[in-house]
T-cell receptor, first 116, second 113 residues
Framework: EAQVTQNPRYLITVTGKKLTVTCSQN?????MSWYRQDPGLGLRQIYY???????DKGDVPEGYKVSRKEKRNFPLILESPSPNQTSLYFC???????????????FGPGTRLTVL | AQSVTQLDSHVSVSEGTPVLLRCNYS??????LFWYVQHPNKGLQLLLK??????LVKGINGFEAEFKKSETSFHLTKPSAHMSDAAEYFC???????????FGAGTRLFVKA
């Protein structure tokens, strides 16, 4: 089954304790992205990756890191989490046709993070 | 600059009546436009997308949207609401080969029996 998986689905942590949220897709998609969802703000893009070893900042990258060492995986790293990073996080992947923003993004189930 | 504005944060309709969720966008490029739905405690599901083909786009579950370039709008409609349509709906603009995406703030749809 084609899917995007995220782990963990729920996480409660404390300020300053490094954490990683994993994201994996099995559709051989080039493009992957991380979003955070906050009430009244919709989803905001944190980082995206156009392919292996190619990443770029989205609209709200501060406090986050990413890496793309393999095509299927795109982990999100919070080196020193803070309470304002409490949010619902979504990973997505797609395979945009060359030069055209046509392709659908497939979303993971979400990771609900609470930073105390 | 690119932006997406969903004009209503909440919409309430009675079951069996039409649904209209409004979305305006601003884009310097030829955008692709999407509507996604998120049911409570669920992930995001694509309803429909516009990618410069037909301006009237039909999606799943009886939803459709019309791209109006002159009005920079992409409103979502459904002729008859069902209780199962109660959810949050997001209008999305994508450009730069699909690598840049902006979500609207969302419209929560309530359906009354």
């Amino acid at each position: 089954e084609a899917q995007v998986t995220q782990n963990p689905r729920y996480l409660i942590t404390v300020t300053g304790k490094k954490l990683t949220v994993t994201c994996s897709q099995n559709m051989n998609h080039e493009y992957m992205s991380w979003y955070r969802q906050d009430p009244g703000l919709g989803l905001r893009q944190i980082y995206y990756s156009m392919n292996v070893e190619v990443t770029d900042k989205g609209d709200v990258p501060e406090g986050y890191k990413v890496s793309r060492k393999e095509k299927r995986n795109f982990p999100l790293i919070l080196e020193s989490p803070s309470p304002n990073q409490t949010s619902l996080y979504f990973c997505a992947s797609s395979s945009p046709a060359s030069g055209r923003a046509e392709d659908t993004q497939y979303f993971g189930p979400g990771t609900r993070l609470t930073v105390l | 600059a690119q932006s997406v504005t969903q004009l209503d944060s909440h919409v309430s309709v009675s079951e069996g009546t039409p649904v209209l969720l409004r979305c305006n966008y601003s884009s310097s490029y030829s955008p692709s436009l999407f509507w996604y739905v998120q049911h409570p405690n669920k992930g995001l599901q694509l309803l429909l997308k516009y990618t410069s083909a037909a301006t009237l786009v039909k999606g799943i579950n009886g939803f459709e949207a019309e791209f109006k370039k002159s009005e920079t709008s992409f409103h979502l409609t459904k002729p008859s609401a069902h209780m199962s349509d109660a959810a949050e709906y997001f209008c999305v603009v994508s450009w730069a080969g699909g690598f840049k995406t902006i979500f609207g703030a969302g419209t929560r749809l309530f359906v009354k029996a």
